[in-house]
């Protein structure tokens, strides 16, 4: 069974879920399936597929009202992968500074 990070990273990494995922945090609100479709030059069959792995990913829930399906973001799973890449920043910042010192110290000795 994959873990919750393991599955927000395959959920991102297709671009069309991606791009489902960000016209959803931009509205910040419920979308209907048919709204969604309609922004996206792909099958309904096919944003559908892309909506169940986002679900699963727990990156968004579907609600239904009567008989249409809604679509909401859910950032949350973004957390855990934003305190991961949050070392590798580090890491490249301190990497830049070392670089940066070391430039200095050799235009200094030129």
Known sequence: MEDTFSKTLKA???P??????HALI???????????VSQFDIS??????HL????????IEISTNGRER???ANAKPLEELNNWLSFYEKFWDDSLDNLSS?????????
């Open 102 to 110: 070391y430039l200095d110290n050799k235009e200094k000795n030129t």
């Open 12 to 14: 991102l990494s297709d």
């Open 52 to 59: 169940k792995v986002l679900e699963s990913a727990g990156l």
């Open 70 to 72: 809604y679509c909401k």
């Open 26 to 36: 931009i509205v910040a609100s419920s979308l209907p399936i048919n709204q969604i």
């Open 16 to 21: 069309s879920r991606r791009k489902i995922f």
């Open 44 to 49: 309904r069959q096919g944003v559908t597929k």
